[in-house]
């Protein structure tokens, strides 16, 4: 884990720049630039508020709220993974002139992507207080430590996720399929109170799950977030961090050499 944030702190001026590369390269790819940041989740949420609120029926309290904030977390932990996905494959002739650590730009993926939901997150922040009325209080002190702890788990799994890429060419459609899936078992769009007692254990195991869970405690209901699933989400993005991180000290050596072949 030292090992890690030493890296960080050794290429940091790297991971800034990138992602300011990165995020302005995107803008202007579009007509729209900047916009498509609020947009697109915007507009998947009046989608989704269409499907299941009026077709379906299955509106609760605030549901435009409860809704915009579900899909903002879990666009900010899918998008942010699935852009890591590949990227050592991408990047490998610059890998093989300079020595830096495979998992390098997994992070600047990681890096671009939250700076973009965290500026969503601010927008929905607003409009949650002007439009349903923001509770005030110390609970909104943990606002901060929320996102330090989704940051974590999203980094865990990228960096994971970007070596098994490189072996795996078809890990990237794989998961693209588990995360449409995963958005129907992360209660974005029904009450969390419809899971069985006995099936809630299984439920708060999707870190997608428990991140919005504790968001929504937090910004819709103005409580403090359970403790318990802040100890599970931190142990998880810390297990997953340290596990990448022996994965890639194993294959640091040999894996440009995989991806020749």
């Known amino acids: 884990m030292i090992?890690?944030?030493?890296?960080?702190?050794?290429?940091?001026?790297?991971?800034?720049?990138?992602?300011?590369?990165?995020?302005?390269?995107?803008?202007?790819?579009m007509y729209l630039g900047y916009l498509w940041w609020l947009l697109e989740p915007v507009l998947n949420t009046a989608l989704y508020y269409f499907i299941f609120g009026?077709?379906?029926?299955?509106?609760?309290?605030?549901?435009?709220?409860?809704?915009?904030?579900?899909?903002?977390?879990?666009q900010w932990f899918q998008s942010s993974i699935t852009s890591t996905m590949g990227t050592i494959i991408a990047r490998a002739p610059l890998y093989r002139q300079i020595p830096l650590p495979k998992?390098?730009?997994?992070?600047?993926?990681?890096?671009?992507?939250?700076?973009?939901?965290?500026?969503?997150?601010?927008?929905?922040?607003?409009?949650?207080?002007?439009?349903?009325?923001?509770?005030?209080?110390?609970?909104?002190?943990?606002?901060?430590?929320?996102?330090?702890?989704?940051?974590l788990v999203i980094i865990g799994f990228s960096i994971i996720l970007s070596?098994?890429?490189?072996?795996?060419?078809?890990?990237?459609?794989?998961?693209?399929?588990?995360?449409?899936?995963?958005?129907?078992?992360s209660a974005i769009f029904w009450d969390v109170a419809r899971v069985p007692e006995h099936l809630k254990s299984l439920f708060y195991s999707n870190p997608a799950a428990s991140l919005i869970q504790v968001f929504r405690s937090v910004v819709l209901h103005g409580e403090h977030p359970s403790l318990l699933l802040l100890m599970y989400l931190l142990s998880l993005g810390f297990i997953c961090i340290q596990l990448g991180m022996f994965w890639h000290r194993r294959i640091d050596g040999h894996i440009l050499k995989h991806i020749q072949t």
């Not at 459609?173 to 995963?182: H, I, N």
Request: aromatic share 16%; with cysteine; proline share 1%.
């Open 3 to 29: 090992e890690f944030f030493k890296s960080l702190h050794k290429y940091r001026g790297i991971i800034f720049f990138r992602t300011v590369a990165s995020l302005r390269a995107d803008t202007r790819a």
């Open 103 to 151: 998992y390098l730009f997994a992070i600047i993926g990681v890096s671009s992507a939250s700076w973009k939901s965290a500026c969503v997150f601010a927008v929905i922040l607003g409009y949650i207080a002007i439009s349903s009325g923001l509770k005030l209080g110390t609970h909104l002190l943990w606002l901060p430590i929320l996102f330090l702890v989704q940051l």
């Open 54 to 74: 009026v077709l379906m029926g299955s509106k609760t309290q605030d549901f435009i709220t409860y809704l915009l904030l579900g899909t903002v977390i879990y």
């Open 163 to 185: 070596i098994a890429s490189a072996y795996l060419k078809d890990l990237q459609t794989f998961m693209a399929v588990l995360f449409r899936g995963g958005m129907f078992l």
